[in-house]
């Protein structure tokens, strides 16, 4: 079975802390995603990345930033934390890029930002 | 651009009654299609989806066919569990391979 997993279930953090959100997939997967989910507006995507040390801008990424040095483990950054990026973060990995192919996702990290 | 609408929930049914999730979208050409669910405390995990116009998705008595005519992709039970009580995502995989979901349904069945 293919496991996603994040770091922390649940973070509360400071306003204007720097915040580090972890998730390592043990699938060998090419694609990781990041989203966030708020209630009323479903998953929005963050950022992507296609493949180790490359990186796309999804349709929210301001205030955040992504790294991803080895091929199983994709990091999302928060520079500065704000209180609106108070949400439930969600990542998922997918092996590639054809029309049925699953995303899996990892269990989430609630984050409150103070 | 690619969109996906569901209808807002809650929807609240008593156990043993069909369940409708309506799902339509928007989208240039035809889409893959997908239904996620997210249990209590828990990630999506994938429930069904379908890669083409007239194919059915089914998995654990939940159906979904792929409409081209109506655009929509409707989930269906014909008998639910209070153990279905969750939250269903609809989604469609865009022509660049980025999943876009709809806002999501929450289905509670009571006993």
């Known amino acids: 079975d293919v496991k996603v997993t994040q770091s922390s279930r649940y973070l509360v953090k400071r306003t204007g802390e720097k915040v580090f959100l972890e998730c390592v997939q043990d699938m060998d997967h090419e694609n990781m995603f990041w989203y966030r989910q708020d209630p009323g507006l479903g998953l929005r995507l963050i950022y992507f990345s296609y493949d180790v040390k490359m990186k796309e801008k999804g349709d929210i990424p301001e205030g955040y930033s992504v790294s991803r040095e080895k091929k199983e483990r994709f990091s999302l950054i928060l520079e500065s934390a704000s209180t609106n990026q108070t949400s439930m973060y969600l990542c998922?990995?997918?092996?590639?890029?054809?029309?049925?192919?699953?995303?899996?996702f990892g269990p989430g990290t609630r984050l409150l930002v103070l | 651009g690619n969109s996906v609408t569901q209808m807002e929930g809650p929807v609240t049914l008593s156990e043993e009654a069909f369940l409708t999730i309506n799902c339509t979208y928007t989208a240039t050409g035809y889409p893959s299609l997908f239904w996620y669910v997210q249990y209590p405390g828990e990630g999506l995990q994938l429930l069904l989806k379908a890669t083409k116009a007239d194919d059915k998705g089914s998995n654990k008595g939940f159906e979904a066919t792929y409409r081209k005519e109506t655009t929509s992709f409707h989930l269906e039970k014909g008998s639910v569990q209070v153990s279905d009580s969750a939250v269903y995502f609809c989604a469609l995989l865009s022509s660049s391979y980025k999943l876009i979901f709809g806002s999501g349904t929450r289905l509670l069945v009571r006993p």
């Open positions: 998922a990995s997918r092996t590639g890029t054809g029309p049925s192919e699953t995303q899996y």
